[in-house]
Protein backbone atom coordinates (compact mmCIF):
# COMPACT_ATOMS: atom_id res chain seq x y z
CA UNK A 1 0.00 0.00 0.00
CA UNK A 2 3.11 2.30 0.68
CA UNK A 3 4.39 1.56 -2.48
CA UNK A 4 0.68 2.90 -4.23
CA UNK A 5 0.40 5.96 -2.23
CA UNK A 6 4.23 6.57 -3.21
CA UNK A 7 3.99 6.23 -6.36
CA UNK A 8 0.56 8.08 -7.05
CA UNK A 9 1.83 10.98 -5.69
CA UNK A 10 1.67 11.03 -2.11
CA UNK A 11 4.27 11.56 0.40
CA UNK A 12 4.76 8.46 2.62
CA UNK A 13 6.12 8.18 6.27
CA UNK A 14 6.03 4.39 7.93
CA UNK A 15 6.18 3.82 11.37
CA UNK A 16 6.95 0.10 12.48
CA UNK A 17 6.50 -0.99 15.94
CA UNK A 18 9.75 -2.08 17.60
CA UNK A 19 8.09 -5.18 18.70
CA UNK A 20 8.59 -6.34 14.94
CA UNK A 21 12.05 -8.28 14.36
CA UNK A 22 15.08 -6.39 12.79
CA UNK A 23 14.67 -8.85 10.34
CA UNK A 24 11.31 -7.95 9.32
CA UNK A 25 11.81 -4.44 9.86
CA UNK A 26 15.10 -4.45 7.21
CA UNK A 27 13.22 -6.23 4.86
CA UNK A 28 10.47 -3.71 4.47
CA UNK A 29 13.18 -1.09 4.55
CA UNK A 30 15.13 -2.65 1.52
CA UNK A 31 12.12 -3.33 -0.15
CA UNK A 32 11.09 0.52 -0.56
CA UNK A 33 14.36 1.64 -0.38
CA UNK A 34 13.71 2.67 -4.63
CA UNK A 35 10.99 5.01 -3.44
CA UNK A 36 11.34 8.13 -1.24
CA UNK A 37 10.12 6.79 1.28
CA UNK A 38 10.88 7.90 5.35
CA UNK A 39 10.90 5.63 8.38
CA UNK A 40 9.71 7.33 11.80
CA UNK A 41 11.71 6.34 14.68
CA UNK A 42 9.93 3.12 16.30
CA UNK A 43 7.87 2.81 19.21
CA UNK A 44 7.07 -0.09 21.24
CA UNK A 45 3.01 0.36 20.77
CA UNK A 46 0.16 -1.19 22.88
CA UNK A 47 -3.00 -0.80 22.04
CA UNK A 48 -4.83 1.74 24.45
CA UNK A 49 -1.89 3.45 25.82
CA UNK A 50 -0.27 6.74 25.08
CA UNK A 51 2.60 5.27 23.22
CA UNK A 52 0.20 4.50 20.50
CA UNK A 53 -0.54 8.08 19.88
CA UNK A 54 2.86 9.26 20.55
CA UNK A 55 4.04 7.46 17.46
CA UNK A 56 1.67 8.50 15.31
CA UNK A 57 2.05 12.40 15.97
CA UNK A 58 5.86 12.16 16.05
CA UNK A 59 5.62 10.43 12.48
CA UNK A 60 3.60 13.13 11.65
CA UNK A 61 5.69 15.96 12.45
CA UNK A 62 8.67 13.79 10.61
CA UNK A 63 6.60 14.62 7.47
CA UNK A 64 5.24 18.08 7.34
CA UNK A 65 9.14 18.89 8.67
CA UNK A 66 10.34 16.50 5.62
CA UNK A 67 8.41 17.58 2.78
CA UNK A 68 7.27 21.32 2.52
CA UNK A 69 4.87 20.34 -0.38
CA UNK A 70 2.89 18.54 2.16
CA UNK A 71 -0.76 20.10 2.65
CA UNK A 72 -2.84 17.29 4.25
CA UNK A 73 -1.64 14.70 6.55
CA UNK A 74 -3.65 11.56 6.55
CA UNK A 75 -3.41 8.74 9.57
CA UNK A 76 -3.83 5.40 8.35
CA UNK A 77 -2.73 2.05 9.01
CA UNK A 78 -1.28 -1.09 7.75
CA UNK A 79 -4.71 -2.49 7.61
CA UNK A 80 -5.96 -0.24 5.43
CA UNK A 81 -6.86 -0.08 1.58
CA UNK A 82 -7.34 3.04 -0.34
CA UNK A 83 -10.94 2.40 -1.85
CA UNK A 84 -10.74 5.27 -4.53
CA UNK A 85 -8.11 6.45 -6.75
CA UNK A 86 -5.90 8.56 -4.96
CA UNK A 87 -6.03 10.96 -7.87
CA UNK A 88 -9.36 11.81 -6.44
CA UNK A 89 -8.42 12.13 -2.53
CA UNK A 90 -5.77 14.59 -3.64
CA UNK A 91 -8.46 16.37 -5.47
CA UNK A 92 -10.61 16.60 -2.87
CA UNK A 93 -8.03 17.74 -0.51
CA UNK A 94 -6.99 20.19 -2.55
CA UNK A 95 -10.81 21.92 -3.05
CA UNK A 96 -10.89 21.80 0.88
CA UNK A 97 -7.72 23.23 1.68
CA UNK A 98 -7.96 24.59 5.31
CA UNK A 99 -10.26 21.57 6.15
CA UNK A 100 -9.41 18.90 8.93
CA UNK A 101 -11.51 15.66 8.52
CA UNK A 102 -11.65 14.22 12.00
CA UNK A 103 -14.58 12.37 14.10
CA UNK A 104 -14.87 14.28 16.81
CA UNK A 105 -17.74 13.76 19.30
CA UNK A 106 -18.11 15.92 22.59
CA UNK A 107 -17.92 13.87 25.80
CA UNK A 108 -21.33 13.83 27.41
CA UNK A 109 -22.95 15.28 24.88
CA UNK A 110 -22.82 12.84 21.92
CA UNK A 111 -22.42 9.03 22.18
CA UNK A 112 -19.80 7.33 20.46
CA UNK A 113 -18.04 4.57 23.04
CA UNK A 114 -20.68 1.73 22.43
CA UNK A 115 -19.23 -0.26 25.12
CA UNK A 116 -16.81 -0.32 28.02
CA UNK A 117 -15.36 3.16 29.77
CA UNK A 118 -15.76 6.38 28.42
CA UNK A 119 -15.72 9.22 30.82
CA UNK A 120 -13.78 7.16 32.90
CA UNK A 121 -11.48 7.17 30.66
CA UNK A 122 -9.85 10.55 31.45
CA UNK A 123 -10.99 10.46 34.80
CA UNK A 124 -8.64 7.45 36.60
CA UNK A 125 -5.38 6.51 36.16
CA UNK A 126 -4.23 3.59 33.56
CA UNK A 127 -0.79 2.93 34.18
CA UNK A 128 -1.20 -0.87 33.43
CA UNK A 129 -1.86 -1.84 29.53
CA UNK A 130 -4.85 -3.88 29.34
CA UNK A 131 -3.70 -6.57 26.97
CA UNK A 132 -0.37 -7.26 28.75
CA UNK A 133 -1.41 -6.75 32.23
CA UNK A 134 -5.08 -7.48 32.25
CA UNK A 135 -5.74 -8.30 36.00
CA UNK A 136 -3.69 -5.60 37.11
CA UNK A 137 -5.88 -3.04 35.18
CA UNK A 138 -8.97 -4.41 36.07
CA UNK A 139 -8.13 -4.34 39.60
CA UNK A 140 -6.18 -0.80 39.51
CA UNK A 141 -9.69 0.66 37.77
CA UNK A 142 -11.71 -0.85 40.68
CA UNK A 143 -9.32 0.41 43.40
CA UNK A 144 -9.95 4.02 42.26
CA UNK A 145 -13.46 4.01 42.00
CA UNK A 146 -13.53 2.30 45.18
CA UNK A 147 -11.49 5.24 46.59
CA UNK A 148 -13.50 8.03 44.45
CA UNK A 149 -10.60 9.11 42.26
CA UNK A 150 -11.60 11.49 39.85
CA UNK A 151 -9.10 13.26 37.70
CA UNK A 152 -10.00 16.62 35.88
CA UNK A 153 -9.42 17.34 32.70
CA UNK A 154 -7.53 21.11 31.92
CA UNK A 155 -9.69 24.14 31.52
CA UNK A 156 -8.23 25.01 27.94
CA UNK A 157 -9.55 21.28 26.92
CA UNK A 158 -12.83 20.40 25.48
CA UNK A 159 -12.70 16.81 25.63
CA UNK A 160 -14.00 14.68 22.75
CA UNK A 161 -13.99 11.04 21.02
CA UNK A 162 -13.87 9.51 18.02
CA UNK A 163 -11.97 7.44 15.37
CA UNK A 164 -8.58 7.74 15.57
CA UNK A 165 -8.28 7.67 11.65
CA UNK A 166 -7.68 11.51 10.81
CA UNK A 167 -7.27 14.11 8.26
CA UNK A 168 -5.36 17.19 9.55
CA UNK A 169 -4.42 20.23 7.75
CA UNK A 170 -1.11 20.96 7.73
CA UNK A 171 -2.11 24.05 9.46
CA UNK A 172 -3.70 22.64 12.25
CA UNK A 173 -0.99 19.76 12.62
CA UNK A 174 1.60 22.56 13.12
CA UNK A 175 -1.00 24.30 15.68
CA UNK A 176 -1.27 20.55 17.73
CA UNK A 177 2.33 20.51 17.50
CA UNK A 178 3.10 23.40 18.92
CA UNK A 179 0.50 24.46 20.99
CA UNK A 180 2.02 26.63 24.20
CA UNK A 181 0.09 24.18 26.88
CA UNK A 182 1.10 21.20 24.97
CA UNK A 183 2.82 20.19 28.13
CA UNK A 184 0.11 20.58 30.79
CA UNK A 185 -1.83 18.54 27.29
CA UNK A 186 0.25 15.74 27.62
CA UNK A 187 0.93 15.05 31.01
CA UNK A 188 -2.87 14.28 31.37
CA UNK A 189 -3.62 12.54 28.49
CA UNK A 190 -0.64 10.17 29.17
CA UNK A 191 -2.82 9.14 31.91
CA UNK A 192 -5.78 8.52 29.74
CA UNK A 193 -7.07 5.08 28.13
CA UNK A 194 -6.93 4.63 24.07
CA UNK A 195 -5.48 7.90 23.81
CA UNK A 196 -5.50 7.61 20.00
CA UNK A 197 -9.05 8.29 20.10
CA UNK A 198 -9.08 11.21 22.27
CA UNK A 199 -6.08 13.54 21.79
CA UNK A 200 -6.35 14.81 18.47
CA UNK A 201 -9.95 14.56 18.02
CA UNK A 202 -9.91 17.02 21.28
CA UNK A 203 -7.48 19.46 20.09
CA UNK A 204 -8.40 19.74 16.65
CA UNK A 205 -11.49 21.63 17.98
CA UNK A 206 -8.93 24.09 19.97
CA UNK A 207 -6.79 24.90 16.38
CA UNK A 208 -9.15 23.77 13.22
CA UNK A 209 -10.34 26.14 11.05
CA UNK A 210 -12.94 24.44 10.02
CA UNK A 211 -13.83 20.49 10.88
CA UNK A 212 -15.66 18.30 9.36
CA UNK A 213 -16.34 15.94 12.28
CA UNK A 214 -16.48 12.50 9.80
CA UNK A 215 -13.32 10.35 9.18
CA UNK A 216 -11.84 9.71 5.31
CA UNK A 217 -11.39 6.13 6.33
CA UNK A 218 -14.71 3.89 6.89
CA UNK A 219 -14.68 1.54 9.86
CA UNK A 220 -16.79 -0.40 12.16
CA UNK A 221 -16.69 -2.01 14.89
CA UNK A 222 -18.72 -3.69 17.99
CA UNK A 223 -19.45 -3.35 21.43
CA UNK A 224 -16.38 -5.25 22.14
CA UNK A 225 -13.95 -2.77 20.02
CA UNK A 226 -13.36 -5.41 17.57
CA UNK A 227 -13.02 -4.27 14.36
CA UNK A 228 -15.29 -5.25 11.18
CA UNK A 229 -13.14 -7.01 9.04
CA UNK A 230 -13.61 -7.06 5.14
CA UNK A 231 -12.44 -9.84 2.59
CA UNK A 232 -12.55 -10.68 -1.17
CA UNK A 233 -16.40 -10.89 -1.32
CA UNK A 234 -16.95 -7.58 0.65
CA UNK A 235 -15.92 -5.54 -2.96
CA UNK A 236 -18.83 -4.74 -4.30
CA UNK A 237 -20.19 -3.49 -0.55
CA UNK A 238 -16.90 -1.15 -0.86
CA UNK A 239 -17.66 0.31 -3.86
CA UNK A 240 -20.75 1.93 -2.71
CA UNK A 241 -19.01 4.20 -0.01
CA UNK A 242 -17.71 7.28 -0.60
CA UNK A 243 -14.66 7.08 1.59
CA UNK A 244 -11.21 6.86 0.47
CA UNK A 245 -9.83 4.14 2.84
CA UNK A 246 -11.20 1.38 4.72
CA UNK A 247 -10.07 -0.63 7.54
CA UNK A 248 -10.02 -3.52 8.62
CA UNK A 249 -8.84 -5.59 5.40
CA UNK A 250 -7.71 -9.29 5.69
CA UNK A 251 -4.64 -9.26 5.11
CA UNK A 252 -4.98 -12.57 2.73
CA UNK A 253 -7.81 -10.83 1.11
CA UNK A 254 -5.68 -10.94 -2.31
CA UNK A 255 -8.79 -10.15 -4.98
CA UNK A 256 -9.29 -6.85 -3.01
CA UNK A 257 -5.50 -5.81 -2.75
CA UNK A 258 -5.71 -6.54 -6.39
CA UNK A 259 -8.96 -4.77 -6.96
CA UNK A 260 -7.82 -1.63 -5.51
CA UNK A 261 -4.02 -1.52 -6.18
CA UNK A 262 -3.80 -3.31 -9.58
CA UNK A 263 -7.14 -2.49 -10.51
CA UNK A 264 -7.96 -6.60 -10.95
CA UNK A 265 -11.79 -7.74 -10.27
CA UNK A 266 -11.54 -10.59 -7.95
CA UNK A 267 -13.67 -13.31 -9.44
CA UNK A 268 -15.26 -14.40 -5.70
CA UNK A 269 -17.17 -10.74 -5.76
CA UNK A 270 -20.09 -12.18 -8.26
CA UNK A 271 -20.39 -15.01 -5.44
CA UNK A 272 -22.24 -12.64 -3.04
CA UNK A 273 -26.04 -11.19 -3.64
CA UNK A 274 -25.50 -7.55 -5.26
CA UNK A 275 -28.25 -6.16 -3.40
CA UNK A 276 -26.51 -6.50 0.34
CA UNK A 277 -26.24 -3.22 2.02
CA UNK A 278 -22.90 -2.67 3.64
CA UNK A 279 -24.93 -1.45 7.03
CA UNK A 280 -26.83 -4.45 6.72
CA UNK A 281 -23.77 -6.72 6.81
CA UNK A 282 -21.56 -4.88 9.14
CA UNK A 283 -24.86 -5.42 11.39
CA UNK A 284 -25.04 -9.00 10.54
CA UNK A 285 -21.13 -9.38 10.94
CA UNK A 286 -21.45 -7.33 14.48
CA UNK A 287 -24.60 -9.90 15.43
CA UNK A 288 -22.56 -13.26 14.25
CA UNK A 289 -19.72 -12.13 16.29
CA UNK A 290 -21.23 -10.93 19.68
CA UNK A 291 -23.99 -13.31 19.34
CA UNK A 292 -23.48 -15.88 17.61
CA UNK A 293 -25.80 -18.31 15.92
CA UNK A 294 -28.19 -19.34 18.35
CA UNK A 295 -27.84 -22.61 20.06
CA UNK A 296 -24.41 -22.99 18.73
CA UNK A 297 -21.31 -23.46 20.96
CA UNK A 298 -18.58 -24.95 19.76
CA UNK A 299 -14.66 -24.32 19.84
CA UNK A 300 -14.34 -22.05 17.29
CA UNK A 301 -16.74 -19.49 19.20
CA UNK A 302 -17.04 -20.25 22.45
CA UNK A 303 -18.79 -16.72 24.61
CA UNK A 304 -17.15 -15.73 27.56
CA UNK A 305 -19.76 -14.70 30.17
CA UNK A 306 -18.40 -10.94 30.48
CA UNK A 307 -19.42 -10.24 26.73
CA UNK A 308 -22.49 -12.69 26.48
CA UNK A 309 -26.01 -13.47 27.87
CA UNK A 310 -26.66 -17.28 28.71
CA UNK A 311 -26.13 -18.71 25.60
CA UNK A 312 -29.55 -20.17 24.02
CA UNK A 313 -30.84 -23.33 22.52
CA UNK A 314 -31.12 -23.66 19.03
CA UNK A 315 -34.72 -24.63 18.77
CA UNK A 316 -38.06 -25.27 21.05
CA UNK A 317 -38.15 -28.50 22.97
CA UNK A 318 -40.52 -29.57 25.50
CA UNK A 319 -39.14 -30.81 29.39
CA UNK A 320 -41.74 -33.11 31.62
CA UNK A 321 -40.73 -32.17 35.53
CA UNK A 322 -41.90 -34.60 37.46
CA UNK A 323 -44.20 -36.68 35.13
CA UNK A 324 -42.33 -39.89 35.03
CA UNK A 325 -42.68 -39.90 39.10
CA UNK A 326 -46.08 -40.07 38.61
CA UNK A 327 -46.27 -42.10 35.20
CA UNK A 328 -44.47 -45.27 33.91
CA UNK A 329 -42.78 -45.29 30.83
CA UNK A 330 -43.73 -41.70 29.77
CA UNK A 331 -40.73 -41.67 26.75
CA UNK A 332 -42.99 -44.53 25.07
CA UNK A 333 -45.82 -43.14 25.63
CA UNK A 334 -44.66 -39.66 24.03
CA UNK A 335 -43.29 -41.47 20.53
CA UNK A 336 -46.61 -42.87 20.80
CA UNK A 337 -48.24 -39.60 20.56
CA UNK A 338 -46.05 -38.26 17.74
CA UNK A 339 -43.25 -37.00 19.85
CA UNK A 340 -39.89 -36.79 17.30
CA UNK A 341 -37.41 -37.35 20.08
CA UNK A 342 -38.20 -38.50 23.54
CA UNK A 343 -35.12 -38.83 26.38
CA UNK A 344 -35.40 -40.11 29.29
CA UNK A 345 -33.78 -38.11 32.51
CA UNK A 346 -30.85 -36.46 30.70
CA UNK A 347 -29.50 -34.63 34.28
CA UNK A 348 -29.97 -37.60 36.39
CA UNK A 349 -26.92 -37.57 38.46
CA UNK A 350 -25.47 -40.90 38.20
CA UNK A 351 -26.94 -41.52 34.33
CA UNK A 352 -27.63 -39.83 30.77
CA UNK A 353 -30.83 -41.41 29.40
CA UNK A 354 -30.54 -40.87 26.23
CA UNK A 355 -33.79 -42.03 23.13
CA UNK A 356 -34.07 -45.88 23.93
CA UNK A 357 -30.89 -46.26 26.05
CA UNK A 358 -28.65 -45.31 22.88
CA UNK A 359 -24.91 -44.93 23.66
CA UNK A 360 -24.74 -41.70 21.16
CA UNK A 361 -26.70 -38.85 19.93
CA UNK A 362 -26.88 -36.81 16.65
CA UNK A 363 -23.43 -34.75 17.19
CA UNK A 364 -21.36 -37.17 18.79
CA UNK A 365 -23.01 -36.50 22.02
CA UNK A 366 -22.26 -39.20 24.48
CA UNK A 367 -24.04 -40.46 27.49
CA UNK A 368 -21.79 -40.43 29.35
CA UNK A 369 -22.37 -38.65 32.95
CA UNK A 370 -18.83 -37.19 33.72
CA UNK A 371 -18.96 -35.56 30.39
CA UNK A 372 -22.21 -34.12 30.84
CA UNK A 373 -21.68 -32.59 34.25
CA UNK A 374 -18.38 -30.77 32.79
CA UNK A 375 -20.81 -28.24 31.31
CA UNK A 376 -24.78 -28.97 31.65
CA UNK A 377 -25.42 -26.20 29.77
CA UNK A 378 -22.90 -27.09 26.41
CA UNK A 379 -24.28 -30.85 26.63
CA UNK A 380 -28.13 -29.75 26.29
CA UNK A 381 -27.14 -26.92 23.80
CA UNK A 382 -24.94 -28.80 21.49
CA UNK A 383 -27.84 -31.98 21.87
CA UNK A 384 -30.50 -29.79 20.56
CA UNK A 385 -28.52 -27.94 18.17
CA UNK A 386 -27.01 -31.67 16.76
CA UNK A 387 -30.30 -32.81 16.03
CA UNK A 388 -32.40 -29.13 15.43
CA UNK A 389 -34.75 -30.52 12.76
CA UNK A 390 -36.83 -32.64 15.36
CA UNK A 391 -38.31 -31.40 18.83
CA UNK A 392 -36.89 -32.88 21.58
CA UNK A 393 -38.99 -33.91 24.99
CA UNK A 394 -37.33 -34.90 28.37
CA UNK A 395 -37.54 -36.00 31.57
CA UNK A 396 -36.35 -34.03 34.58
CA UNK A 397 -36.92 -32.55 38.12
CA UNK A 398 -35.01 -29.99 40.31
CA UNK A 399 -33.05 -32.14 41.99
CA UNK A 400 -31.03 -33.55 39.02
CA UNK A 401 -29.59 -30.20 38.80
CA UNK A 402 -30.35 -26.70 40.29
CA UNK A 403 -28.30 -25.33 38.01
CA UNK A 404 -30.01 -26.60 34.80
CA UNK A 405 -33.05 -26.16 36.30
CA UNK A 406 -32.21 -22.11 36.38
CA UNK A 407 -31.24 -22.41 32.92
CA UNK A 408 -34.42 -23.59 31.41
CA UNK A 409 -36.62 -21.39 33.11
CA UNK A 410 -34.21 -18.94 31.36
CA UNK A 411 -34.21 -20.46 28.02
CA UNK A 412 -37.10 -18.77 25.97
CA UNK A 413 -37.13 -22.13 24.00
CA UNK A 414 -37.79 -24.38 26.53
CA UNK A 415 -41.63 -25.53 27.13
CA UNK A 416 -42.04 -26.78 30.58
CA UNK A 417 -44.60 -28.79 32.12
CA UNK A 418 -44.44 -28.80 35.90
CA UNK A 419 -46.40 -30.96 38.42
CA UNK A 420 -45.37 -29.23 42.07
CA UNK A 421 -45.21 -31.95 44.81
CA UNK A 422 -44.58 -35.24 42.52
CA UNK A 423 -41.48 -36.05 44.48
CA UNK A 424 -43.26 -37.17 47.24
CA UNK A 425 -44.24 -40.60 45.05
CA UNK A 426 -40.76 -41.20 44.44
CA UNK A 427 -39.56 -40.67 48.25
CA UNK A 428 -39.77 -44.37 49.60
CA UNK A 429 -37.45 -44.94 52.13
CA UNK A 430 -33.97 -46.95 51.45
CA UNK A 431 -33.34 -50.11 53.22
CA UNK A 432 -31.69 -49.60 56.41
CA UNK A 433 -32.70 -45.72 56.20
CA UNK A 434 -32.21 -44.12 59.71
CA UNK A 435 -35.78 -42.11 60.08
CA UNK A 436 -33.85 -38.86 61.07
CA UNK A 437 -32.00 -39.53 57.46
CA UNK A 438 -35.36 -40.45 55.70
CA UNK A 439 -36.84 -36.90 56.95
CA UNK A 440 -34.05 -34.83 55.93
CA UNK A 441 -33.86 -36.12 52.56
CA UNK A 442 -37.79 -35.69 52.64
CA UNK A 443 -37.32 -31.95 53.29
CA UNK A 444 -34.44 -31.37 50.89
CA UNK A 445 -36.16 -32.08 48.56
CA UNK A 446 -39.30 -29.90 49.30
CA UNK A 447 -36.84 -26.73 49.84
CA UNK A 448 -35.74 -28.18 46.24
CA UNK A 449 -38.82 -27.43 44.89
CA UNK A 450 -40.10 -24.16 46.94
CA UNK A 451 -36.99 -22.25 45.46
CA UNK A 452 -37.50 -23.75 42.24
CA UNK A 453 -40.95 -22.50 42.41
CA UNK A 454 -39.96 -18.93 43.64
CA UNK A 455 -37.13 -18.73 40.94
CA UNK A 456 -40.22 -19.93 38.07
CA UNK A 457 -41.83 -16.51 39.66
CA UNK A 458 -39.06 -14.14 38.96
CA UNK A 459 -38.94 -11.42 35.60
CA UNK A 460 -35.75 -13.65 34.64
CA UNK A 461 -38.40 -16.84 33.68
CA UNK A 462 -38.57 -16.94 29.97
CA UNK A 463 -39.53 -20.43 29.47
CA UNK A 464 -43.28 -21.06 28.78
CA UNK A 465 -44.01 -23.08 31.92
CA UNK A 466 -47.72 -25.10 32.74
CA UNK A 467 -48.20 -25.80 36.55
CA UNK A 468 -50.12 -28.56 38.21
CA UNK A 469 -50.88 -29.04 41.71
CA UNK A 470 -50.35 -32.83 43.03
CA UNK A 471 -53.65 -32.88 43.94
CA UNK A 472 -54.91 -31.84 41.01
CA UNK A 473 -53.19 -34.36 38.69
CA UNK A 474 -54.71 -37.09 40.55
CA UNK A 475 -57.92 -36.07 40.69
CA UNK A 476 -57.78 -35.79 36.81
CA UNK A 477 -54.58 -37.27 35.35
CA UNK A 478 -55.16 -36.71 31.96
CA UNK A 479 -54.90 -33.00 32.07
CA UNK A 480 -51.00 -32.46 32.11
CA UNK A 481 -51.00 -35.63 29.95
CA UNK A 482 -53.08 -33.82 27.57
CA UNK A 483 -51.43 -30.36 27.50
CA UNK A 484 -47.91 -32.11 26.60
CA UNK A 485 -49.49 -33.98 23.55
CA UNK A 486 -51.06 -30.69 22.28
CA UNK A 487 -47.26 -29.20 22.52
CA UNK A 488 -45.91 -32.19 20.26
CA UNK A 489 -45.26 -30.72 17.01
CA UNK A 490 -46.91 -31.72 14.29
CA UNK A 491 -49.46 -34.33 16.07
CA UNK A 492 -52.98 -33.65 14.62
CA UNK A 493 -55.03 -32.32 17.06
CA UNK A 494 -56.86 -35.44 19.08
CA UNK A 495 -57.84 -36.59 21.95
CA UNK A 496 -55.85 -38.94 23.80
CA UNK A 497 -54.77 -42.52 22.17
CA UNK A 498 -54.16 -43.82 25.92
CA UNK A 499 -52.65 -42.78 29.29
CA UNK A 500 -49.24 -43.66 30.70
CA UNK A 501 -49.97 -46.15 33.56
CA UNK A 502 -50.25 -44.78 36.78
CA UNK A 503 -47.63 -45.47 39.35
CA UNK A 504 -49.54 -47.29 42.38
CA UNK A 505 -49.98 -45.16 45.63
CA UNK A 506 -49.04 -48.86 47.26
CA UNK A 507 -47.25 -47.19 50.60
CA UNK A 508 -48.62 -43.93 50.66
CA UNK A 509 -50.14 -44.20 53.76
CA UNK A 510 -47.17 -45.42 55.45
CA UNK A 511 -45.48 -42.58 54.26
CA UNK A 512 -47.77 -40.13 54.96
CA UNK A 513 -47.46 -41.41 58.92
CA UNK A 514 -44.08 -41.43 58.46
CA UNK A 515 -43.40 -37.97 57.83
CA UNK A 516 -46.15 -36.83 60.52
CA UNK A 517 -44.73 -39.07 62.64
CA UNK A 518 -40.96 -37.86 62.11
CA UNK A 519 -42.31 -34.07 62.52
CA UNK A 520 -44.35 -34.23 65.47
CA UNK A 521 -41.64 -33.06 67.64
CA UNK A 522 -41.26 -30.50 65.24
CA UNK A 523 -44.52 -28.93 64.51
CA UNK A 524 -42.84 -26.13 62.42
CA UNK A 525 -40.80 -28.36 60.27
CA UNK A 526 -41.18 -27.60 56.59
CA UNK A 527 -42.05 -31.19 55.64
CA UNK A 528 -45.29 -30.71 58.27
CA UNK A 529 -46.60 -27.93 55.93
CA UNK A 530 -46.61 -29.73 53.39
CA UNK A 531 -50.29 -30.52 52.30
CA UNK A 532 -50.27 -34.38 53.22
CA UNK A 533 -54.50 -34.34 54.34
CA UNK A 534 -55.30 -32.69 50.81
CA UNK A 535 -53.17 -35.19 48.98
CA UNK A 536 -54.81 -38.21 50.84
CA UNK A 537 -58.15 -36.67 49.86
CA UNK A 538 -57.05 -36.33 46.35
CA UNK A 539 -55.88 -39.98 46.07
CA UNK A 540 -59.70 -40.88 47.71
CA UNK A 541 -61.14 -38.84 44.78
CA UNK A 542 -59.10 -40.59 42.02
CA UNK A 543 -61.19 -41.69 38.66
CA UNK A 544 -60.99 -45.31 38.94
CA UNK A 545 -59.42 -48.04 36.01
CA UNK A 546 -62.72 -48.41 34.44
CA UNK A 547 -63.59 -44.44 34.05
CA UNK A 548 -61.77 -42.70 30.92
CA UNK A 549 -59.53 -39.44 30.27
Known amino acids: MASHLHDHGCRVVIHVDSATSDREYDKLVQDLSDRDIVFAKRHRCE ?30 SGSCLPIRPVAELIEHLAQNPDTDFVE ?35 K ?10 KRAAPKHLTLALGSQWWTLSRQTLR ?20 VDEAYVQTLVRRHSKKLVTRSLCLTEFDPQGKPFTFYDDHAHLLQSTDHFFARKIWHGATGLYNKYLSGVEPITAARRPKREALPDVVAAGRDRRCRGRTGLLSQSRFPAQGFTRQPQTARSYLVLDGYD ?19 GRLFHPERVELEQDSGIAPGAVVSNAKIRDWNEQQFLTNLIWSDQERQQSFLFHVSDSTPMASF ?7 QIFFIKGAWVFNLTP ?3 EDPRQFRRRALRLKLLEQKHIAELEQQTTQARVHVWELADVLANPAAPLRAVADAIEGRPAAELSGLP ?13 RLHAETAREERSSVARFPLRRLRSAMDARPGPSEGA
Open 430 to 432: SAG
Open 175 to 194: AILDDPLKGETDRFFRHCWI
Open 47 to 76: WGTYALHEAALEASRLLIESFQDVEHVCLV
Open 325 to 343: FLFKDMPEWLRAQGADTAH
Open 140 to 149: FVDLQRRMGV
Open 104 to 138: SRVLGQEQWVQDGLAEERFSLYFPFGWRSNRWLFD
Open 501 to 513: TMRSEHGMDQLVH
Open 408 to 414: LLRDPNA
